[in-house]
């Protein structure tokens, strides 16, 4: 696609709920990142995909986070159990190629846990 | 990880002033991006500039890697310029760090 796509755009959960954000990359882009953003505050990393490869995880809070990439494309990001300090917006990004270069950003799905 | 500072952290322009943006990092860095968050909460990379200096249009960085800084200049602005921009960087590893940003309100 043209960019990188993010659904839902807006996702209010129950205390306790599980949660599915999905990540839809520019077509071809190898590398592909998941960012946490709470109000104010810039980007922190989640985890990183080479294709289906996830090679990074170092920066997913606690085990109750979960990110997958079967295909080396679409990538879903689940929360189980969701708590109120889940709440904030997850960006997706992918780029080109397998080391540095430019990162491009989702809309984000903005998460409210209630 | 390595430690980024904006400054500065809120910036009020007139339409058609000029400003600077600053970026400083505690160790030394292979990747460096600016990002611009327009209101509506869309980040959009402005440049990929690990070193060196480069410009797109009115907007022009420079960084200075042996110092560990680097500069992103707004030439007049316009109130579409708005939002927060972002500098982020990274070293060994995939993740980059991203500072504070620095909020940008053009008023007409």
């Known amino acids: 696609g043209a960019g990188v796509s993010q659904s839902p755009r807006y996702k209010v959960a129950k205390r306790g709920q599980d949660v599915a954000l999905r990540c839809d990359p520019i077509?071809?882009?190898?590398?592909l990142f998941w960012y946490q953003q709470a109000l104010g505050q810039g980007p922190e990393f989640l985890t990183y995909f080479q294709n289906e490869a996830q090679l990074d995880k170092s920066g997913l809070p606690s085990d109750r986070f979960f990110a997958e990439r079967p295909e080396g494309s679409v990538s879903t990001l689940k929360i189980q159990r969701t708590q109120q300090e889940d709440s904030a917006v997850y960006l997706c990004a992918s780029s080109s190629g397998t080391g540095w270069e430019p990162l491009h950003f989702g809309n984000g799905t903005r998460l409210t846990v209630t | 990880g390595i430690q980024v500072e904006q400054s500065p952290p809120d910036l009020i322009l007139q339409e058609g002033a000029n400003s600077t943006l600053r970026c400083n990092f505690s160790?030394?860095?292979?990747?460096l991006q600016w990002f611009h968050q327009n209101p509506w909460g869309q980040l959009i990379n402005l440049f990929y500039?690990?070193?060196g200096t480069k410009q797109n249009g009115r907007l022009s960085a420079t960084t200075v890697a042996t110092e560990r800084y680097s500069l992103l200049y707004i030439s007049s602005s316009q109130t579409t310029d708005s939002g927060v921009y972002f500098c982020?960087?990274?070293?060994?590893?995939?993740?980059?760090?991203f500072g504070k940003g620095t909020s940008l309100l053009v008023t007409p």
């Open positions: 077509s071809g882009h190898v590398s």
């Open positions: 500039i690990p070193s």
């Open positions: 982020a960087v990274g070293a060994f590893g995939y993740a980059l760090n």
């Open positions: 160790d030394s860095v292979n990747n």
